[in-house]
């Protein structure tokens, strides 16, 4: 079974919102609020070494396209967890 987990990618500094995503204790993408087109948040997410990712609303939302793609990805072969 897989351990998703997340910890911010810079603890010392002054961005709250910049998370790396951790597999079974391996770092295995990330996810950061912006503004998009039009001044909208999002949160943009990656898979490392397999998706560009996307832009969610929520960061909830970011969370589950990241698991989704993953488990997708290991599933297929493309990438081992």
């Known amino acids: ?14 961005r709250p ?5 951790f597999v079974n ?5 990330r996810c950061y609020l912006l503004r998009a087109a039009g001044n909208r948040e999002g949160w943009r997410w990656t898979v490392y070494g397999v998706s560009s990712g ?6 909830e939302d970011a969370e589950r396209q990241f698991k989704d793609t993953y ?11």
């Open 17 to 21: 919102d910049d998370y790396q995503f």
């Open 71 to 81: 488990e997708a990805a290991t599933s297929s072969g493309r990438l081992r967890p």
């Open 1 to 14: 079974m897989l351990r998703y987990t997340m910890r911010p990618c810079w603890p010392d500094k002054d």
């Open 25 to 29: 204790g391996k770092a295995a993408g």
């Open 54 to 59: 996307g832009l969610e609303d929520t960061l």
